[in-house]
């Protein structure tokens, strides 16, 4: 960014701004429209130089997310998850006992992980890898709200017209690499849950 947001009417948000009475729904559709733009932009820029491969090539610095087939092929890394899953479980719900939902059902498949990764990879999941912010949480986002009024226009149809709505920028780049675009949505989008209690 090679302007000040501030002066162009940017501001961050608070946390009052996610709840749904608060336009929340506004801000929530704003991040999801920029990481659109920014998670297909980047699929068409990975396309151009033929895959993660070209990307890597050109920018060398860029981590690439650990991949499912890394895990898949590598003796050392399935031990690891396995290993680590059920402790993850407990932590969440040691943490947050309102998870026990979610995390009664992730036991469950404790069992089948493997099965559950070998199916995501024979998907075609990897083909989603594409530029990611990486820290793509609200507050890493400026907004700026946007009203446009077409009473000033020729057309007819256009004159009871009105735009409302927020527009919104990420900041905050240091975190940038090649993955899932799972990962910028998990970030946005939990925040949003949380504050509204879903």
């Known amino acids: 960014v090679i302007e000040n947001l501030v002066d162009s009417g940017f501001l961050t948000c608070t946390t009052k701004d996610l709840h749904v009475d608060n336009n929340g729904r506004d801000y929530i559709k704003s991040t999801l429209e920029t990481l659109s733009q920014l998670h297909g932009t980047g699929l068409q820029f990975k396309k151009s130089l033929n895959g ?3 990307v890597l090539e050109r920018f060398p610095k ?4 650990i991949q499912i087939k890394d895990i898949l092929k590598n003796q050392e890394s399935r031990n690891f998850l396995r290993k680590h899953f059920c402790a993850f479980i407990r932590y969440l719900e040691e943490t ?8 009664s059902y992730m036991k469950k498949m404790e ?3 493997f099965k559950i990764l070998k199916v995501l990879e024979d998907s075609g999941v990897r083909h989603l ?3 990611c912010h990486g820290d793509a949480k ?3 986002f400026m907004f700026r709200k ?4 077409f009473d000033d226009d020729d057309d007819e149809e256009l004159k ?3 735009c409302e709505g927020v527009e919104s920028m990420l900041i905050d780049w240091q975190g940038g690499f090649l993955g899932s675009l799972c990962n910028d949505l998990m970030w946005c989008m939990f925040p949003f849950f949380e504050v509204n209690s879903h």
Do not use: A, F
Not at 62 to 65: A, M
Not at 96 to 103: A, F, Q, V
Not at 146 to 149: A, E, H, L, R, T
């Open 52 to 54: 993660n491969k070209g």
């Open 62 to 65: 860029i981590e690439e997310q």
């Open 96 to 103: 947050d006992p309102e998870l026990k939902n979610i995390t």
């Open 111 to 113: 069992s089948y992980l």
């Open 129 to 131: 890898n594409t530029l």
């Open 138 to 140: 609200p507050n890493n």
């Open 146 to 149: 946007i009203d446009i009024d």
């Open 160 to 162: 009871d017209l009105k």
